[in-house]
């Protein structure tokens, strides 16, 4: 990898070997790589997270190239970047609905945020490259993309900014699952979910969370040196922590769909997730960026199914689709834990109660959900996509408890499980012919995908 021009440092290198005299608190430093001081690629600081294209990092003689990679980086010129914007608001934003619209292009207008952060621009536009008509645009959704990998890459345990890079995350795991660099969507939910943890954005809702010290209060920073969580994230406004709320309940999404069809662990760890509901999107695009109060209250997250089941039925406002999506990937990721667990026999009658518990969960949830969030010919249109996506999940969910538990049924119950199956297969097929007629976009979700294909 090249340096940037002037610094007398020595190329920085994957392939150089660990000292180990290098202290212990290496994990506590941020690697600032895109800052353009000298001290940016000081050896011995930090090292990049693996990344699956070991080429793209790998060393190149010489730190006098002007052409160092890192000034390579470039945005599209502001027509391109602002069609590439509106893209993604319209066609993009109801797979990864976490950004409060007025705020992010107020800031994109004004240029905060190609300074404060270029990777969740270069991300973003790798995503909405692809629903670009000018294939000169398109052409380039990879190079973006690769520039945004080696930015995260580059950050380490306490990112900042925090938030925007974990919206960035939300897209490469995006456009990971379109080109087919899984490995890389199993290793960033990863990243971003520890980071996110480090600094207590998964416990932002909690009333009992509790910080345990690790060693000794010294250092110049005694307010924090020494604790597990030296950094706490805290949104400074009702935006950035309900956009704090969204992104992370996406990324709980992600790490589901990354698990339920590889029988991989889940790397969100649901009993240290505490994060409410999010609100409405209606209503949370009439948040203004000076609120510093909330005007709604959110649904608290529960881990009892059935008292989160009941806070559906209770609720006296509407609730949109995107609540409803987030109670079935609890239900997917309970379910994933049960059909992909090494311990429990599936011959067993507990086995096959927990899978009738989780069906009957499912049965509930969707009598709680109103023909207008079930229906894709009855939806709004701006809420198609979402419905789409429901349904698939549910389907899924399904098909994962039956299709699993035909062949360690008593022959009584075999064929009522095989027809519950086929059932699903079919609604899911449905569901695809209903989307056909409105809108093929529909279909083009990362996160339906696998469910889509197990469907069919």
């Given amino acids: 990898m090249r340096v940037p021009p002037g610094d007398t440092q020595q190329p920085f290198s994957l392939l150089a070997p660990w000292d180990p005299t290098?202290?212990?608190?290496?994990a506590d430093f941020e690697l600032n790589a895109f800052s353009g001081t000298q001290d940016a690629l000081t050896p011995g600081m930090s090292y990049p997270t693996p990344t699956t294209n070991p080429e793209h990092l790998s060393a190149s003689g010489g730190g006098d190239d002007s052409q160092s990679l890192f000034l390579d980086l470039t945005f599209p010129n502001s027509e391109v970047a602002n069609e590439l914007i509106g893209i993604f608001f319209d066609k993009i934003y109801f797979m990864l609905p976490c950004f409060h619209k007025q705020t992010f292009l107020e800031e994109f207008h004004s240029g905060h945020v190609q300074v404060q952060s270029p990777l969740l621009l270069y991300s973003m536009y790798s995503v909405a490259a692809g629903f670009h008509p000018d294939p000169a645009v398109k052409g380039r959704r990879n190079t973006w993309y690769e520039e945004a990998k080696l930015m995260y890459d580059f950050t380490g345990r306490a990112p900042e900014p925090a938030l925007r890079v974990l919206q960035a995350v939300l897209f490469l795991v995006y456009h990971a699952y379109t080109c087919g660099d899984y490995s890389a969507c199993w290793l960033y939910i990863g990243k971003a979910w520890r980071q996110a943890a480090s600094l207590g954005m998964n416990r932002m809702d909690s009333a009992h969370a509790v910080v345990m010290p690790v060693g000794q209060k010294d250092g110049p920073d005694e307010e924090h040196r020494g604790y597990y969580n030296r950094r706490e994230w805290t949104g400074c406004t009702v935006i950035e922590k309900?956009?704090?709320?969204?992104?992370?309940?996406?990324?709980?999404?992600?790490?589901?769909n990354q698990s339920w069809p590889t029988g991989w662990p889940?790397?969100?760890?649901?009993?240290?997730f505490k994060l409410d509901i999010p609100l409405p999107d209606r209503i949370f695009q009439t948040f203004k960026s000076e609120s510093d109060s909330r005007?709604?209250?959110n649904v608290p997250f529960t881990r009892n199914i059935d008292t989160l089941l009941a806070?559906?039925?209770l609720s006296r406002e509407p609730l949109d689709v995107f609540h409803y999506l987030i109670v079935a990937y609890i239900l997917l990721g309970r379910t994933t834990e049960l059909i992909h667990s090494i311990h429990d026999d599936p011959s067993s009658p507990e086995y096959i109660l927990e899978c009738e518990k989780l069906d009957n969960y499912v049965v509930k949830l969707r009598l709680s959900i109103p023909r207008t969030a079930s229906s894709v010919l009855e939806a709004s249109i701006d809420d198609r996509g979402q419905v789409v996506w429901l349904n698939a999940i549910l389907n899924t969910i399904l098909l994962l408890l039956h299709f699993r538990a035909v062949p360690c049924s008593g022959p009584a119950n075999v064929k009522q499980l095989f027809e519950k199956t086929v059932i699903a297969a079919k609604d899911t097929s449905q569901t695809i012919k209903d989307a056909s007629?409105?809108?093929?976009?529909?279909l083009l979700n990362i996160h339906i995908a696998s469910s889509l294909y197990m469907g069919e």
């Avoid at 790397?267 to 240290?272: H, T």
């Fill in 295 to 297: 005007p709604t209250k």
């Fill in 242 to 256: 309900e956009e704090c709320r969204r992104a992370l309940w996406i990324l709980f999404m992600m790490d589901r």
């Fill in 22 to 26: 290098l202290p212990l608190q290496l």
């Fill in 437 to 442: 007629r409105t809108s093929v976009d529909l």
């Fill in 266 to 272: 889940n790397a969100i760890d649901e009993r240290q």
């Fill in 311 to 313: 806070s559906i039925s």
